[in-house]
Each structure stands twice: as structure tokens, then as C-alpha cells.
């Protein structure tokens, strides 16, 4: 049997970067290869929202085949990325285990969307650099940060904020569905003019 052919994003990157159109590249190969792809996100740069969004159904898809496809990335920020999008299976445990922040995300063509745990100020994976910088590595138009289930905020939660806002530049970064005590903790310390908020419509 052939080993697993190891290729990187930008020798098979399609034109329109959809998941739809990474989907297809990836397959088309895979077929070229016996169905068994390592995808090297190493000195990846940024790597496009579609092409996270593809990998669960190219993964699905070659194994029907009776194929694989893994992923190597030894960046703690990628693998922070692989982690957050559900991913953990594709990656080899050689590396360490990747920093979860226990959030739940979604991919699209252009954007992502991350929905906050009620909990996530107790969580002291937020200290380290990983737990934003992972957002720094992802090409994409738009990311929404979704604060439905936090009541207030603290420092830990704020510095977290504005570090994913700095990493995402220069894609727009939105808090949605914060609640209305979350709203005036943010108009007092003035960081409205810094995030943009969009306020839970039942406040």
C-alpha cells in the first residue's frame, strides 16, 4: 500500500474559496492518491474558512472511499483551530494535545461563529496565547462571537475580547446576543468603541 500523499493548501487552492469548491479540490486530490491525504497546514498562513468547513465531508467521504485523511499542523494556534472545529480526530498526537477552549464553532465560505460557554471567565485556558491566536490564522470576511449564555463579564473575559478582535484585523469581529447588563459593563469601561455589540434582542 502507498503511503498517505502529503500535500499543502496553496498547491490545490481553488479559485472561489467555498467550502462547495474546496470540497471538490480535495477530492479531485485524493483520487489522484489513492484516497489518503495528510494535509500539511504548516507555514499554511492563513487558512481559508471554507477549507475547515470541507474537511469533516472530505473526511467522511474518503473513507467511504476506504481512504484517510489526516491532518499535520505543529503550530499550538492551528492546532488550536483544529480543536475548535471539532477536528481533534484528523491530527496526530505527537505534538501534545491542542488547546481546547471548549467552545462550540462553525465554518462557513467566509466566516465563523463561536458561541461562548457561560463559564468561559473560570476557564484559565484563556491566559494562554493559543486561545486567541488561533482566530489569527483563519482567512475569512467575518466572525461573530456569540455571548448569549454570559449574564456579565470579568477582566479575563474582556482581555480575551480584544485579543481575539486584534488577531482577527482585518476581518470585522461581532459580539451578538449580549445581554443587557453585559451592554453597560462595556458602555462603562468604553469598550463600545472598540467591539463592535450587538445587544440580545429580548435584552
Known amino acids: ?10 498547491t490545490i487552492a481553488p479559485i472561489q ?3 462547495a469548491a474546496w470540497n471538490q479540490a480535495l477530492l479531485g486530490a485524493a483520487s489522484a492518491a489513492d484516497n489518503r491525504l495528510i494535509l500539511d497546514l504548516d507555514a499554511a498562513g492563513r487558512i481559508d474558512a471554507g477549507l475547515i468547513a470541507s474537511l469533516a465531508l472530505v473526511e467522511q467521504e474518503l473513507v467511504r472511499r476506504g481512504g484517510t485523511l489526516r491532518l499535520h499542523a505543529t503550530d499550538p494556534n492551528v492546532r488550536a483551530l483544529i480543536a475548535l472545529a471539532g477536528l481533534l480526530r484528523l491530527l496526530p498526537a505527537a505534538g501534545g494535545p491542542p488547546l481546547d477552549l471548549l467552545c462550540a464553532t462553525t465554518f ?16 484559565p485556558r484563556l491566559s494562554n496565547p493559543a486561545s486567541h491566536g488561533w482566530i489569527g490564522c483563519v482567512a475569512m470576511l467575518r466572525a461573530t462571537i456569540d455571548l448569549g449564555e454570559l449574564s456579565h463579564v470579568n477582566s479575563v473575559i474582556v482581555a480575551w475580547l480584544l485579543q481575539l478582535a486584534q488577531a482577527a484585523k482585518p476581518a470585522e469581529l461581532v459580539l ?3 445581554n443587557c447588563q453585559v451592554v453597560i459593563q462595556f458602555n462603562q469601561l468604553r469598550l463600545n468603541h472598540v467591539l463592535k455589540v450587538q445587544a440580545r434582542a429580548d435584552g
Not at 1 to 10: G, T, V
Not at 108 to 123: F, K, T
Open 176 to 178: 451578538i446576543n449580549v
Open 17 to 19: 474559496r467555498t467550502r
Open 108 to 123: 462557513g465560505d467566509d466566516q465563523i461563529s463561536v458561541r461562548v460557554q457561560h463559564d468561559i471567565g473560570l476557564n
Open 1 to 10: 500500500m502507498n503511503l498517505p500523499h502529503r500535500l499543502h493548501p496553496e
